[in-house]
C-alpha cells in the first residue's frame, strides 16, 4: 500500500463508527496494539554519518528494511543506534523516500550501485519516481546491453561450447551463422564469397567487347560469345557451388519453413534460378529474348554479399524501416512531377518540333531538371516555357535537398523511438500487470487473513502463533476496518472465482437467494442481529454435491474459504431437500490453516442426522489432507467426525 | 494554481478543544502535514486516499458523505482542525456525541432529519465499498431492505423520518451498537 496510506489508516478507522447504527452483526473486536510508545527519534548511523528520523517515517513502509523488524538486526544496543555499513550518499535518497514517499534516483551515482542498495534496503525499483523514472531506465537499458554485447562477443569467440550431444546438423547451422567457430567454417565462408565476387565479376566481363585474336573479320563482339566455353564452366561452377552451400543451409536450418522464407535465401533461389531455366530451356529464338531478361537476374548474386558484410544488413534493415519517410518523399515529388509536367507540356504545346510531344514526355524533362541533372536531351524553347522550367528546377533544388537530410535525422530519430517505445510499451504492460497484482495482493491478502481463520475470536495459544502468519500492526488493523464493513453489510469479500460460481448456484435458484434474505426477516429486534447471516454456514452446501468436474475446481475455492466458519446455530429451515450436506463444520479447536487440502465437508452428527453424507469422489489428496489433519491434532482435540472423507482432485 | 496554505492554531488552544494530548497533536499533525503540505485536503485527495483502504469496490460515494461529515463548516477542504475534532469526538467523545457525529452523517441535507432518500444513499455507498465479488451474492434490493430494517428499528412513531431523539434513543436501547462504540478507543 502507498505510504502516506498508514498516516490515515487511523482516520478511516473512526470513521468506521458511521457504520455502527447500520450494522446487523455484532462488529469484530479490534486487534491488540502494542501501547505505542509515542513517537520517537531514531539514530541511524550509516558509515559513521548520522541520519535522524521518527520512527513513525520508517514505519510508513513495513516490508521494507528499515520499515520492519529487520532492522533490529543492525541494532547496536551500547551505542543505540543503528549501524548499516554501506554507502552514505546512496542512503540520504532511500531515506529521502520514506520522508517523501518518492524514490529519486542519483545523476552523478553509478546505476549499478545504486541498484545494490535499493535490494538491500529492500525497496523494489519500481518505486523510483516518475521524474527520475525514464533517466533511470535509460541509464540501467544502456548498462544492460553494454553487458549483454559483451557477453555476446565472449560467446560468439568461443567454440568448443557445443553442447556435446549436438547433431550434424545442429554444428552445420551454427558453422553458417558463425563462421569464426572452426576452421571449416570460415574456409567455406571465404570460399563462398570468393565464388560469388568471381560470378559477378564474370557477369560484368561478359559484356565487354574483346577484339578476336584473328583480324579478320574486324568485327567487336563481347567476351561472352567469344569465350563462350569459359564462361559457361565458370558459371556453373558458381551455380554448383551456390546450389550446393543453398542445400546444405536448408538441410541444417532448425526450422526449414522459416527458413524458405528468410530473404537470404529467396536471394539465393533467384540467384541460382536463371541458370536452371536457362539449361531446361531450348534454344529458340522466341524465348531467348525471355531468357536474356532472366540472366539479369543474375545480379542479384551480389546481395548474396550481405551474409558477408554486417554493413549491408544494416543498411536494408534501415530502409525497411525508413520506409514511410521514403514513401513520402516519392509521394511528394510524383506530385510535383506531375503539376510540373503538365505545366511544362502545355506551354510547350504550340512549338514545332517540340520534345514535350506528352505529358508523360514531360515527365523526363521535369525530373531531370528537378534533381538538376539537365541532360539538355529536352529544352523548353518558348518563354513561358523557360519560365517555367526555371520555377521548376528551383523547386526542384528544394524539394529534392529539403527531405533528404530529414529522412536522416528522422530515421535516426524513429529508429532510436521505435527502440525506447517498444520497450517502454512492454514495461508499460508490466507496471500495469504489476499494479495490479499488488492491487489484488491487498485483497488477497485480505482473504488470506480470513483463510487462516484469524478472524475467529480464539484465545490466542501456540497455535496462532503456528497457523498465523505474522502481519504488521497496519496489516491487522487495515483488516480489521474491512471485517467491520463485512459485518455491517452482513456481506462477505470473497473472490472472482467464488462469486462466478455462486451467481451460477443462484441462477439454478439454489438456496443462496434465501440465505440472503434471511437477514431481512424481520424476527425481531433481539434475535435479529444474532441471526443474521446464520446460513454463511451453509454457504458452501451446494456445490459440492455437484458433479466431480466443477467440485474437483469449485471445493479447492471453497474449502479455501472455509476457514472462519463460526459455529451455526440450528439450521432454521430444513428445506434441504437435495441432500445438500450441512457443512458446518462444528470444530471446536482453532486449526483453520486448511487451505492447501481438499476435505469433503463432513457432516456433524449432532446437527443433522438425517443428511446425507456428500457423495464425494474419493481417492486422492491424500498427502495435503493429511498433513492438514495432522496439524489439526495438534492442538485441543478436534471432533472431526470419522466421516471425513478426501476429495480427489 | 495558487498554493492554499493554512495554518493550524496554535497547539494549546486544539489541545483544549479536542481530547488529545499535546503529544498525541503533534503526531497527528506531522502525518497530516507530510500528506497535504497546503495544510487542506479538497474532496479528490480525500477519496482518493480513504479508496486506497478498500480496493475491492467503489469508495467515492461514501468518502463524499464522509467528507461532508467532517467538512463542518463546509468550505469544501477539510483543514486539519476539522480533522482533529472530528478525530477527538470518534475515538475520545462520549457516547452522545459520537452518535451524535453518526446522525450527522446520515443526514446528508443536514436539515436534522433522517428519511428513507438519504439513508438509501448511504447504505448503497456503503455496499459499494464491498465491491463486485461478495458473498453472498449482491442482489438489487439488499440494500433496500437494509433500510427497511433500520426504519422499523429506528423509526418509532412510524412517521418515515428518524429524528436525533429517535435515533439516540433507539441506539441506546441496542447493546451490540453500544459495544462496538468502545471498539475505537484505542485507535491513536
Known amino acids: 500500500m502507498a505510504a502516506g496510506v498508514a498516516t490515515w489508516l487511523p482516520f478511516a478507522r473512526a470513521a468506521a463508527v458511521g457504520w455502527l447504527p447500520l450494522a446487523q452483526q455484532p462488529l469484530p473486536p479490534a486487534p491488540g496494539v502494542k501501547a505505542s510508545r509515542g513517537d520517537e527519534v531514531l539514530v541511524v548511523n550509516v558509515s559513521g554519518r548520522r541520519f535522524e528520523t521518527w520512527k513513525n517515517t520508517l514505519d510508513r513502509y513495513p516490508d521494507t528494511l528499515l520499515g520492519s523488524s529487520e532492522k533490529e538486526f543492525f541494532y ?8 548499516f555499513d554501506r554507502d552514505p550518499d546512496m542512503f540520504r535518497h532511500v531515506l529521502n523516500f520514506y520522508r517523501t514517499g518518492r524514490l529519486h534516483c542519483p545523476r552523478q551515482e553509478c546505476i549499478q550501485a545504486f541498484d545494490e542498495e535499493l535490494a538491500f534496503y529492500g525497496l523494489v525499483p519500481e518505486l523510483v519516481g516518475d521524474c527520475c523514472l525514464e533517466e533511470y531506465r535509460d541509464r540501467k537499458k544502456e548498462n544492460a546491453e553494454r553487458l549483454a554485447e559483451d557477453e555476446e562477443a565472449e560467446q560468439a569467440g568461443d567454440g568448443p561450447t557445443l553442447p556435446a550431444g549436438s547433431s550434424l546438423r545442429q554444428r552445420l547451422w551454427r558453422a553458417f551463422e558463425n563462421p569464426h567457430t572452426s576452421t571449416a567454417a570460415l574456409v567455406f565462408y571465404y570460399v563462398t564469397g570468393f565464388f560469388i565476387a568471381v560470378s559477378v565479376i564474370a557477369n560484368v566481363v561478359e559484356t565487354i567487347p574483346c577484339r578476336g585474336p584473328t583480324r579478320q573479320p574486324p568485327r567487336e563482339q563481347p567476351c561472352g560469345d567469344r569465350f563462350p566455353l569459359a564462361f559457361f564452366c565458370m558459371d556453373t561452377a558458381c551455380v554448383l557451388i551456390f546450389t ?6 536448408l538441410f541444417a536450418a532448425p526450422s526449414r519453413c522459416r527458413f524458405l522464407r528468410s530473404v537470404m535465401s529467396l536471394i539465393d533461389v533467384v540467384a541460382i534460378l536463371p541458370y536452371y531455366i536457362g539449361l531446361f530451356m531450348p534454344k529458340n529464338e522466341d524465348v531467348s529474348g525471355a531468357f536474356v531478361t532472366l540472366r539479369v537476374f543474375r545480379v542479384f548474386r551480389i546481395f548474396k554479399f550481405s551474409r558477408h558484410s554486417q554493413g549491408l544488413r544494416i543498411l536494408g534493415y534501415t530502409l525497411k524501416s525508413c520506409a514511410s519517410e521514403l514513401g513520402f518523399l516519392l509521394f511528394s515529388l510524383t506530385m510535383a512531377i506531375i503539376i510540373f509536367a503538365t505545366v511544362m507540356f502545355y506551354a510547350e504545346k504550340g512549338t514545332n518540333k517540340t520534345n514535350f510531344t506528352s505529358i508523360p514526355a514531360a515527365f523526363w524533362y521535369t525530373i531531370v531538371t528537378m534533381t538538376t541533372l539537365g541532360y539538355g536531351d529536352m529544352v523548353p524553347s518558348t518563354i513561358a516555357g523557360k519560365i517555367f522550367g526555371s520555377i521548376c528546377s528551383l523547386s526542384g533544388v528544394l524539394v529534392i535537398a529539403l ?61 496462532q502463533a503456528l497457523c498465523v502468519r505474522n502481519r504488521s500492526a497496519f496489516e491487522q488493523q487495515h483488516h480489521h476496518l474491512l ?13 472472482e472465482l467464488t462469486f462466478s460460481e ?19 426477516q424481520p424476527v425481531g429486534a433481539g434475535s435479529l442481529l444474532s441471526s443474521c447471516c446464520p446460513r454463511r454456514a451453509k454457504r458452501r452446501a451446494i456445490r459440492l454435491a455437484n458433479s466431480t468436474a466443477s467440485v474437483s475446481r469449485g471445493s479447492m475455492q471453497e474449502l479455501d474459504t472455509l476457514a472462519g466458519l463460526r459455529r451455526s446455530p440450528a439450521p432454521q429451515s430444513r428445506s434441504s431437500l437435495n441432500a445438500k450436506p450441512h457443512d458446518s463444520l462444528d470444530l471446536t479447536c482453532d486449526s483453520r490453516d ?56 | 494554481m495558487t498554493m492554499v496554505c493554512h495554518r493550524p492554531e496554535g497547539l494549546e488552544q486544539l489541545e483544549a478543544q479536542t481530547n488529545f494530548t499535546k503529544r498525541e497533536l503533534q503526531v497527528l499533525y506531522r502525518g497530516f502535514k507530510n500528506e497535504c503540505p497546503s495544510g487542506v485536503v479538497n474532496e479528490e485527495t480525500f477519496k482518493q486516499i480513504y479508496a486506497q ?56 441535507n443536514k436539515d436534522g432529519y433522517i428519511n428513507k432518500e438519504e439513508m438509501m444513499d448511504i447504505v448503497k455507498a456503503i455496499y459499494d465499498m464491498m465491491g463486485k465479488y461478495t458473498y453472498p451474492v449482491l442482489k438489487e434490493d439488499t440494500p433496500r431492505q437494509h433500510v427497511d430494517i433500520f426504519f422499523q428499528k429506528m423509526d418509532k412513531n412510524k412517521d418515515g423520518i428518524v429524528t436525533l431523539d429517535e435515533f439516540l434513543e433507539s441506539c441506546q436501547e441496542d447493546d451490540n451498537i453500544m459495544r462496538s462504540l468502545q471498539l475505537f478507543q484505542n485507535v491513536m
Not at chain 1, 471485517?483 to 473472490?495: A, G, M, Y
Not at chain 2, 469544501?76 to 470518534?90: C, H, N, P, Q, R
Open chain 1, 76 to 83: 547496536d544496543a551500547d551505542s543505540g543506534e543503528y549501524f
Open chain 1, 244 to 249: 550446393g552451400e543453398y542445400l546444405l543451409r
Open chain 1, 403 to 463: 527531405p533528404v537530410p530529414v529522412i536522416v535525422s528522422n530515421f535516426s530519430r524513429i529508429y532510436h523511438q521505435n527502440q525506447r517505445a517498444d520497450k517502454r510499451r512492454a514495461q508499460q504492460k508490466v507496471r500495469l500487470a504489476r499494479i495490479r497484482l499488488a492491487k489484488s495482493g491487498t485483497t488477497n491478502a485480505f482473504l488470506q487473513y480470513k483463510q487462516n481463520g484469524s478472524l475467529e475470536d480464539s484465545g490466542g495459544g501456540e497455535e
Open chain 1, 483 to 495: 471485517h467491520c464493513l463485512e459485518k455491517t453489510t452482513c456481506h462477505e469479500f470473497t473472490d
Open chain 1, 502 to 520: 455462486a451467481l451460477g448456484a443462484v441462477s439454478l435458484g439454489s438456496r443462496t437467494s434465501r440465505s440472503t434474505s434471511v437477514c431481512s
Open chain 1, 594 to 649: 486448511f487451505v492447501a487440502a481438499i476435505i469433503s465437508i463432513p457432516t456433524p452428527p449432532a446437527n443433522t442426522p438425517d443428511e446425507s453424507q456428500p457423495s464425494s469422489p474419493g481417492g486422492g489428496g491424500g498427502g495435503g489432507a493429511s498433513s492438514t489433519l495432522r496439524n489439526s491434532s495438534l492442538g485441543t482435540p478436534c471432533l472431526l467426525p470419522e466421516t471425513v472423507k478426501i476429495s480427489s482432485l
Open chain 2, 53 to 108: 483502504f478498500f480496493p475491492h469496490g467503489d469508495a467515492s460515494m461514501y468518502a463524499h458523505y464522509l467528507f461532508h461529515a467532517f467538512d463542518t463548516t463546509q468550505t469544501g477542504s477539510v483543514k486539519f482542525e476539522d480533522f482533529v475534532t472530528a478525530l477527538s469526538i470518534l475515538l475520545r467523545g462520549t457516547v452522545h456525541e459520537k452518535l451524535r457525529w453518526t446522525f450527522n452523517l446520515y443526514d446528508i
